[in-house]
């Protein structure tokens, strides 16, 4: 039970102030611009456009900086905006095929058809702190980036064109039309589109976990990175009186196909079955946790055993969004006064009957050895 707190209005008013005063900081440094945050603290704006579900860097920037840095109150601040926004229409399915690539790897194919591009990673980088960022002025050229390539051929369609992995496209129950779980409450069993996009706007740190879990046996999990694409897809919109689909703009998303072992069942043949993550902006992460999740939650369609927490459906999506967690937890700051006044006054009263019943027991004790 929660009660109202009177009289609190004066305290609350000041502490919104005390707020915006440690948000500024020293007044003799220079505040941080939403240019800035968005420029230099990208992949901090991915995140939380990804898990806020709005592609908007200046409102991410935005929401970075009214957090004080807090990523997921930004998320939250992101996704309260979004239930404000009109819907005027739906887009059309991206061709990540046709990405304009800026990152493209692959850890089961050294050769690729269009080659490996390992574009801006830290996975060759020293983990040291290096002194010279520490500078205020950049003293380094701006690199520039290099042309487009055309379209490249997918590893997973170099596995199928030998049938040796499954078919693509399947959401897990066989709609037509993708289900939206803004718009419907969630019912479980989820179909496999509406997992996956409750899994894009998870948590990154949840998820990431629950990856790691079915690599170390958790979960019947044996991946190979098929493929990481980072670049940017053209978002169509069909216009009703000219019949067909016109690009309004441009996404930069990550997109990532895990390839795992199948042993086959009496109906298929051995084969490698398909792990998929796509999130706005460069989380690869990110994509990679969602990638190795969605993998596991696919245990009941392809008739394997569920034995760990990654391959529950329920407790994945149930626990995997970080606004609602956020809440959930954070709520436990709110008044309970009554709540607690009661859970008070029953252990008084069990620790009265605890100590009677203690002292009448010694009692017929001590009268006994008498």
């Not at 596995?159 to 803004?182: F, M, Q, R, V, W």
């Not at 179909?191 to 998870?202: I, K």
């Not at 199948?262 to 993550?277: D, I, L, M």
């Not at 149930?318 to 009554?338: C, I, M, R, W």
């Amino acid at each position: 039970m929660y009660v109202a707190v009177k009289g609190g209005e004066t305290a609350i008013n000041n502490a919104h102030k005390l707020l915006a005063d440690r948000r500024r900081g020293d007044r003799d440094i220079d505040a941080l611009s939403l240019a800035q945050i968005k420029e230099q603290l990208a992949l901090a704006v991915d995140r939380v456009m990804a898990e806020g579900s709005l592609y908007d860097r200046d409102l991410a920037a935005l929401s970075i900086k009214q957090s004080r840095g807090d990523m997921i109150e930004a998320i939250f601040l992101l996704r309260a905006y979004r239930t404000t926004l009109p819907r005027f229409g739906y887009s059309q399915p991206i061709n990540t095929g046709e990405m304009k690539i800026e990152r493209r790897i692959s850890a089961t194919y050294k050769d690729l058809p269009g080659g490996q591009m390992l574009g801006p990673t830290f996975d060759y980088t020293h983990r040291l702190l290096d002194p010279e960022l520490a500078q205020d002025e950049a003293t380094d050229e701006p690199v520039t980036r290099k042309p487009d390539v055309g379209r490249t051929q997918r590893v997973s369609e170099i596995l199928a064109n030998e049938g040796l992995i499954e078919a693509d496209g399947k959401n897990g129950h066989g709609a037509e039309e993708p289900g939206d779980i803004t718009r419907t409450p969630t019912e479980f069993p989820m179909s496999r589109d509406e997992r996956l996009q409750s899994l894009s706007r998870g948590d990154e740190g949840f998820l990431l976990s629950l990856a790691y879990s079915t690599q170390r046996g958790y979960a019947r999990s044996h991946p190979f990175v098929g493929e990481i694409r980072i670049g940017e897809v053209d978002v169509e919109v069909e216009v009703s009186e000219l019949g067909f689909s016109v690009p309004i703009g441009r996404v930069q998303v990550t997109e990532c196909q895990m390839v795992n072992q199948f042993q086959g069942s009496a109906k298929v043949p051995p084969q490698f079955t398909r792990g998929y993550g796509l999130v706005f902006g460069q989380l690869e992460r990110k994509a990679m946790a969602m990638s190795l999740c969605d993998r596991a939650l696919r245990a009941r369609e392809l008739g394997e055993d569920i034995v760990a927490p990654a391959q529950d459906e329920e407790f994945v999506i149930a626990h995997s969004d970080n606004v609602q967690a956020t809440g959930f937890v954070e709520h436990l700051k709110l008044p309970h006064y009554v709540d607690f006044q009661a859970e008070l006054g029953i252990v008084r009263q069990m620790r009265r009957e605890y100590t009677e019943t203690n002292d009448a027991v010694s009692s017929m004790i001590k009268e006994a050895a008498e």
